[in-house]
């Protein structure tokens, strides 16, 4: 598996977590990433994808306490490490160069 | 808001609306664990509350349900990232499930390896998923009753034998009042009832109790109150309840029918209950197992007699008490007993059965019979499926050795074959499975015929969990020596060799050749089992039962109360009859008796003989049948002294017969013709012995000739008699005559029980010819898969030594010579296998002993027909593919190099 490839589902919580300003955790990430694409996500999903990113080194994540937050429980939070703007470019590279010349089509 | 993820706030009220749904929480708490679960379920209840303003309270449940749902499908996933170090299991389950998906691959690739093992495999895992399925109805299904382990039955024995035997009415009200062991005693027995009043006149399987007989066994009926318990006057013995099937039958399932009267042997009853469709009889014999009513029996004034015994009992333990301490108390109360009344009890003990020991006794050691030999097939069937994946793992030689140079480690090989052999396994159950399924109607009908109606068969989810469990079990176990093999691949030798194998290399080769010496010696040992089964059956069936069954029928009928009140009419009735049936065409003698042979059916009597000086207490218990002595000629039992007496008439003293057990047991002398007796329960009433007639096997096959005497009908008239028809031809051409001669002669009294003798007999040996024949069908599937198994593997070493047997051949060697090599190395190993197989038969033989008839265990007819037949099936499947070696042509043999 290529360290650097990005799946579309990863590929949308990375703009999801860009979006929300480089750092947040899993509530907002959910309801931005249903907002937006008009889906049901399945937080489960989520958190797949967050570890999986995590560990390609494009996010890195901090535990936020109780006493930090001043919520009940702990939360993790995520952020974007600089390493994401190289796969998050390529891969819109990559998208945009396959549309390239095809637009008409849609407006068929 | 937000609530908090340990959900302790709030009212009730407040709390099932504002935090998450308890049970999917709960869920959601065993799926993610370690540090990270915190985090996720507070996250997960954050989301909740947030959903619960936008939304409402019952789609953010609706919501989180959904989610933790998405956990449980991911779980290996979110497990592997709420704990850390989580890498590399999650890379584990990524690897497992590449490896099924290269198994799979690997068998869609080989169909025809793969049809045969899973066929294979499915016919060992099948055989055993059925048989467990039989087995799990034993042991996992209670009896139909409540508690049914709190019942108990209690017996006496017989006078100097240990035997159970039925009870006398005074015991049994001293047990019910005086015992504090017992919640409640209750007395049954059996009888057959001549039904009619709404249709023809029927006779059904019928059981007298006492009125709160199913109080103790703890089932009501269906429909209807049942029998009035607290009130036990005579009207109300007048009622009756129906069986389910019955009241189908013959009410076509009216409700209104509680309350109707019906005709019992004459006499109108009232329908008080139908019991329910699942109810049965707790009766060892199936046939009264299906009692189809239920009068009520009131015993109170029959306290005094304490020498007729015609009741079984049944009771329920008081809480807390032991069946031990139930017994001792018995044990006590019978000596207080025999002391109180010696004439009727001296001599006599008191034993207490639990239900179950007494219902599955009988059926247990053919179960763990069965249980041994399923495991037996699916031994031999993992021996030859690993054989089949051993040879295929030769041809897998390089793939492993790549795959280990590609930087496979030896455990990862390791797995890999093992999910290999599990997937496999898991086709062959999963084929099993549905063969199982497809016949649970069948098992169903083998348990209810030859084991018991009481309990019903079927495949459940202890069977899939057995199953499954086996075909695991079984995957790892046949994966093993190919794992073994493949652990170590010599890298080398399979790369720059390539495929010039020789022979598979010395360790599989063992490997291989054990596997075959174990398969050879399984299948010898079920081989051995089933003709120890097949002998002991055909022994059994050839006993000499002391009569001529074959061309005569018999049927049985019981001359009603109200029509024939007294002696003289009851001996009228069955004399006109005995007359109208020998006038019947084609009918060449009759003859009438108390109660057939090979009945559970007894008449014990104590007998005191005259100058003998015994004190009645001692007098020996003997067994004896009313008869019309034609009966003795229909049968064909000899007679051996003495002359018969006339059966309508006696005189002051009851002329009767002995059987030649009962002589020889008390006139050693020769002297029984001339005797006297009396019964202890009739002691006014002298018999006298006239003849001597020959042994009779009247409790079955298997059971002995119990001393016993019999008494002319007219010296103990009874109303329920069976007859014994002798046809001068074909016994079943005369049966629709006399059914109408039956009929004729009273409408309401129907012939009950027509049938050949001979069919009825075979009936009574049903279960040991199922043994045998389960054991015959175990002993034949593994003779088919170890014969297979062999040629397999012989064909496959004779394939790899081709080239050295094409060398052999063009340097001179002769074709015998050749079949004879190959055959030598196969021969060794079938005979260490027998070996090994008449060991194991002797063990075997020792275990079942007591299923056995007639052969000891050690049986060498068994044993030699076990070999025979092994050996020659061995030695065939080697020498096919010896002649195919010798056929090989030299120059070609060494080209296919």
Redesign the interface.
């Known amino acids: 598996m290529g360290r650097s490839s990005l799946g579309e589902f990863e590929q949308q919580v990375l703009l999801v977590i860009l979006r929300l300003g480089r750092e947040s955790y899993s509530v907002p990430i959910v309801a931005e990433l249903e907002a937006r694409t008009g889906r049901a996500v399945a937080v489960s999903a989520v958190y797949v994808a967050l570890r999986r990113l995590e560990a390609k080194g494009l996010l890195t994540s901090r535990l936020e306490t109780p006493a930090e937050s001043g919520e009940p429980h702990p939360r993790r939070h995520f952020a974007l490490t600089d390493a994401v703007l190289e796969p998050l470019r390529s891969a819109r590279q990559s998208l945009l160069s396959l549309w390239d010349g095809l637009e008409p089509v849609l407006d068929e | 808001m937000?609530v908090?993820?340990?959900g302790r706030r709030g009212t009730d009220a407040s709390r099932s609306d504002e935090t998450p749904p308890r049970g999917a929480r709960w869920v959601l708490c065993r799926i993610v664990s370690g540090p990270?679960a915190?985090?996720?379920?507070?996250?997960?209840?954050?989301?909740f509350a947030?959903r619960r303003a936008r939304a409402g309270p019952r789609a953010a449940r609706r919501w989180y349900r959904?989610?933790v749902w998405?956990?449980a499908?991911?779980a290996v996933?979110?497990r592997a990232?709420s704990s850390r170090g989580?890498?590399e299991r999650m890379s584990r389950f990524e690897d497992v499930a590449s490896d099924v998906r290269w198994a799979l691959r690997g068998l869609r690739k080989r169909p025809t390896f793969t049809v045969v093992a899973v066929a294979t495999l499915a016919l060992g895992i099948g055989a055993n998923s059925a048989i467990f399925t039989l087995v799990s109805s034993h042991l996992f299904e209670p009896l139909p009753y409540e508690r049914p382990d709190e019942l108990v039955l209690i017996w006496e024995t017989g006078r100097n034998n240990m035997e159970v035997n039925t009870v006398s009415p005074g015991n049994y009200l001293t047990w019910r009042d005086e015992t504090a062991s017992f919640e409640d005693v209750a007395a049954y027995n059996v009888d057959v009832a001549t039904l009619s009043g709404d249709g023809p006149a029927e006779r059904v399987n019928s059981s007298l109790v006492a009125p709160h007989f199913f109080n103790v066994l703890g089932v009501a009926p269906a429909l209807g109150p049942g029998f009035d318990v607290a009130s036990a006057r005579m009207a109300d013995a007048m009622q009756v309840v129906l069986s389910h099937s019955l009241w189908v039958r013959r009410f076509g399932g009216d409700p209104t029918v509680v309350g109707r009267d019906v005709r019992i042997d004459g006499r109108p009853h009232t329908v008080v209950g139908v019991m329910p469709r699942d109810y049965r009889q707790p009766e060892r014999s199936l046939t009264w197992q299906t009692t189809e009513l239920w009068r009520p029996m009131l015993l109170d004034d029959s306290r005094e007699d304490r020498g007729s015994r015609y009741l079984r009992t049944i009771a329920r333990r008081a809480p807390g008490v032991s069946v031990e301490q139930a017994r001792q108390e018995m044990t006590l109360l019978g000596r207080r007993l025999a002391e109180e009344y010696p004439e009727a009890n001296a001599g006599r003990a008191v034993l207490v059965r639990t239900l179950d020991e007494y219902l599955m006794g009988a059926v247990r050691p053919t179960l763990v019979m069965l249980l041994i030999a399923g495991a037996a097939v699916l031994l031999i069937v993992c021996a030859n499926v690993a054989n089949l994946t051993l040879a295929r793992g030769e041809e897998r030689r390089s793939e492993f050795a790549l795959r280990s140079a590609l930087g496979s480690g030896r455990r990862r090989l390791l797995r890999q074959i093992i999910v290999e052999g599990v997937v496999l396994a898991l086709l062959g159950a999963a084929v099993g499975t549905v063969l199982v399924y497809a016949g649970a109607s069948g098992l169903q009908s083998i348990q209810s015929r030859y084991f018991t109606g009481l309990v019903d068969v079927g495949v459940d989810w202890r069977v899939i969990v057995f199953t499954v469990a086996v075909a695991v079990w079984s995957g790892v176990l046949f994966g093993l020596p190919l794992a073994r093999a493949a652990s170590r691949p010599d890298l080398r030798a399979a790369l720059v060799e390539g495929r010039a194998r020789s022979g598979g290399g010395a360790r599989s080769g063992a490997t291989r050749n054990l596997l075959i010496v174990g398969q050879v010696g399984m299948a010898t040992t079920l081989l051995v089992v089933a003709a120890l089964l097949g002998r002991s059956f055909n022994r059994l069936i050839n006993v000499p039962p002391g009569f001529e069954p074959d061309g005569v029928v018999a049927f049985s009928v019981t001359a009603p109360e109200p029509t024939y009140p007294d002696r003289a009419s009851i001996l009228r009735y069955h004399r006109d009859l005995s007359e109208a049936i020998a006038a019947v065409p084609g009918v060449e003698a009759v003859g009438i008796v108390s109660d057939l042979m090979f009945t559970t059916e007894n008449m014990n009597a104590d007998v005191v003989i005259e100058g003998r000086g015994v004190e009645s207490g001692d007098a020996p218990t003997v067994e004896f049948h009313v008869v019309v002595p034609d009966y003795f000629g229909v049968l064909g039992i000899p007679l051996l002294a003495g002359e018969l007496p006339d059966g309508w008439r006696v005189g002051a003293e009851v002329p009767v017969v002995v059987n030649r057990r009962m002589a020889e047991m008390h006139w050693p002398e020769g002297e029984a013709v001339g005797a006297r007796f009396t019964m202890s329960w009739r002691p006014d009433v002298v018999h006298r012995v006239v003849a001597e007639v020959g042994d009779v096997l009247d409790d079955g096959y298997d059971g002995v000739a119990d001393p016993t005497f019999y008494v002319p009908l007219a010296g103990m008239p009874r109303r329920r008699m069976s007859y014994v028809v002798r046809a001068s031809g074909a016994p079943e051409d005369v049966v629709a005559d006399v059914r109408a001669a039956v009929t004729l002669m009273d409408p309401d009294i129907p012939a009950g029980d027509l049938g050949l003798l001979s069919e009825m007999m075979a009936e009574s040996v049903a279960r040991p010819r199922a043994a045998s024949l389960i054991g015959l069908t175990f002993a034949l599937i593994a003779l088919m898969v170890s014969t297979a198994g062999i040629y397999g593997v012989l064909s496959y070493a004779v394939q790899a030594r081709t080239r050295e047997i094409g060398i052999r051949s063009a340097l001179g060697a002769d074709g015998r010579e050749l079949v004879s090599m190959v055959m030598r190395q196969a021969t060794r190993l079938i005979l260490v296998g027998l070996i090994i197989g008449t060991l194991g038969a002797l063990a075997a033989g020792r275990a079942m002993a007591g299923l056995l008839f007639g052969v000891p265990s050690w049986d060498p007819a068994s044993l030699f027909f076990a070999a025979l037949v092994l050996g020659a099936a061995g030695l065939l499947a080697s020498w096919v593919p010896a002649r195919r070696a010798v056929a090989i042509d030299p120059t070609e043999a060494l080209r296919s190099e």
Do not use: I, P, W, Y
Not at chain 2, 38 to 47: I, M, N, T
């Open positions: 937000t908090g993820g340990d990270e915190q985090v996720v379920l507070g996250e997960l209840a954050e989301g947030s959904r989610q998405g956990f499908l991911r996933a979110v990232l989580e890498e």
